[in-house]
């Protein structure tokens, strides 16, 4: 039962940040259990834990919704990344094993459409997560960094200035200057990189009529 609770919470989980359920969605206990075909004890326990995390909200005597992007909320969780991937970078720097720093040469091509790159952006800045070594960030940086991908996909039909040439560059050049183990250099470019992402995101969700101006309450 364990299992098949923690599958379901995965999989609904997954559903809200690739957008198949948008922002503002109504989600009902049966609709969701005939829709992955279990009882609706552990869809009430998955979105329970998704109410925790503020991706579901529950509406009394109506079930339950996705919560619409804020932009305050957008604006703090781009802040909270630019907080935390330096750090996790900076740890592989000191860190990590030539191998783990070596792999990360998987991520210097790209090649596909908008939703290949958000998988393939995923991938790169979760296995900067993970080359940290450092669990508990790693953990924190891929919950980050899989929000991130809802608000990519809420504003792409909006967003200006997305390039996956430039953006896979920029991997590129902090690829080099981690496996150079150049702290400095490598601290400026994620910095810059995730500055960047703030600034196209962000005016990009101003345009798109499912975000909400302020927080939930």
Known sequence: MILLRENIYDRLRSDILACRFAPGD???????????????????????????????????????????????????????RLALEPACVAEAIESAPDSVLKSLDEFRRFAGNHEDFIAYNRAFHSALAHASGNRRMATALCDLIGQADRLVRVSISNLRGHDPAKLVAEHVALIDAMQSRETRTAARIIKAHIGATEKRVLPALKRNAVIVEERSS
């Open 26 to 80: 109504e989600m009902r206990e049966q609709d969701l259990a005939e829709r992955y075909e279990v009882s609706r004890q552990p869809v009430r326990d998955a979105l329970l834990r998704l109410q925790r995390e503020h991706l579901v909200t529950v509406q009394p005597r109506q079930g339950y919704r996705v919560t619409p992007i804020s932009l305050a909320d957008a604006r703090d969780l781009l802040r909270f």
